[in-house]
């Protein structure tokens, strides 16, 4: 996985935890959020982290099964635009909402975590809560894009996740899928070419 970059201010941590401010929208009436709220059920295939051929890397990219479930596009869409990033110089933006009590990942360790992927849009693309199990991979080797290296073990003035954080990462098409986008076929692809992707991760920790 690879990390976006474009942000709008900076969050304000407490002590034990940073806060994202989050701006439930009200422009919507009541029976247009109802007509939204029935159109919610989809069928996408679930991605999952597979060898790709490119560049020797492992990537998120359209790997099995499918993935039945209801996406609250309202609440996505208002908490997509109104989240406070903090953008780093490689374009990689960052919002802390729970800040951890453990360590830090260390580079070329195994880790699990939990993420809920998303369009700008608000539409969710994939899940590893759905699945029901944490996604376990080996940081900072190239096995996911570049914005899940850099967004977890930190890098130009992101600080590192600590065990039990919880992070948005807001990526750029160059720290994830470029110009190539991901899941395609047919002429369609579940993440468009040149997408800006959002993460909700949740650092578990070592695996």
């Not at 959020?33 to 029935?38: K, Q, T, V």
């Not at 560049?55 to 596009?73: A, K, L, P, Q």
């Amino acid at each position: 996985m690879s990390s976006l970059g474009f942000s709008v201010g900076t969050c304000s941590p407490p002590i034990e935890q940073r806060k994202c401010r989050v701006l439930l929208s009200n422009s919507l009436s009541k029976g247009e959020a109802i007509n939204l709220r029935s159109k919610q059920k989809v069928s996408d295939p679930e991605l999952s982290l597979v060898q790709s051929a490119s560049c020797g890397r492992r990537e998120t990219i359209i790997g099995f099964g499918f993935c039945i479930g209801f996406v609250d596009n309202v609440s996505a869409l208002a908490e997509t635009s109104s989240v406070e990033f903090t953008v780093s110089p490689s374009g990689l933006a960052f919002c802390d909402k729970v800040v951890g009590y453990g360590p830090a990942a260390v580079k070329g360790q195994l880790i699990k975590a939990h993420y809920v992927g998303r369009l700008e849009n608000g539409k969710v693309f994939d899940s590893s809560y759905n699945r029901g199990k944490p996604l376990t991979f080996r940081i900072g080797v190239g096995e996911v894009i570049k914005g899940w290296d850099q967004g977890i073990l930190g890098s130009d003035g992101i600080p590192p996740m600590l065990t039990g954080g919880k992070r948005t990462l807001k990526i750029p098409p160059e720290l994830a899928y470029g110009d190539r986008g991901a899941g395609c076929k047919g002429g369609s692809c579940l993440i468009p070419p040149a997408s800006v992707l959002l993460f909700d991760i949740e650092f578990i920790g070592k695996a």
